[in-house]
């Protein structure tokens, strides 16, 4: 059985930072990533990892404040958030893809952790 386990998230003033694990049991996948989804928002696509090489890829808005990495004997992805801002308050999800495909879209990944919320007090 697949399990994304989330865990880090919290509330934080502006400019702190945080950092959200996502542990995987049940299977190794090709790529991981992070989205996110505010009230009243469509999900969207905040950073990934390739699980092979480790090529990373991030969302405009993110670059230079996130950082996504990897733990490949703990199979657990991490998200160093730095520099939060107030637009950065969502839920956050892991999630994980069988086969390397695309990136950026929700639709590219087959499994979904549960969600971590993470607020940014102005």
């Known amino acids: 059985q697949v399990q994304l386990v989330e865990s880090g998230g919290g509330l934080v003033q502006a400019g702190g930072s945080l950092r959200l694990s996502c542990a995987a049991s049940?299977?190794?996948?090709?790529?991981m990533g992070w989205f996110r989804q505010a009230p009243g928002k469509e999900r969207e696509f905040v950073a990934a990892?390739?699980?092979?090489?480790?090529?990373?890829y991030y969302r405009d808005s993110v670059k230079g404040r996130f950082s996504i990495s990897r733990d490949n004997p703990k199979n657990t992805v991490y998200l160093q958030m730095n520099s939060l801002k107030p637009e950065d308050t969502a839920v956050y999800y892991c999630?994980?893809?069988?086969?390397?495909?695309?990136?950026?879209?929700?639709?590219?990944?087959?499994?979904w952790g549960q969600g971590t919320q993470v607020t940014v007090s102005s």
């Open positions: 990892i390739r699980w092979s090489g480790g090529s990373t």
């Open positions: 049940g299977r190794t996948f090709s790529k």
């Open positions: 999630a994980a893809a069988v086969y390397l495909g695309g990136i950026y879209n929700r639709n590219e990944y087959d499994y």
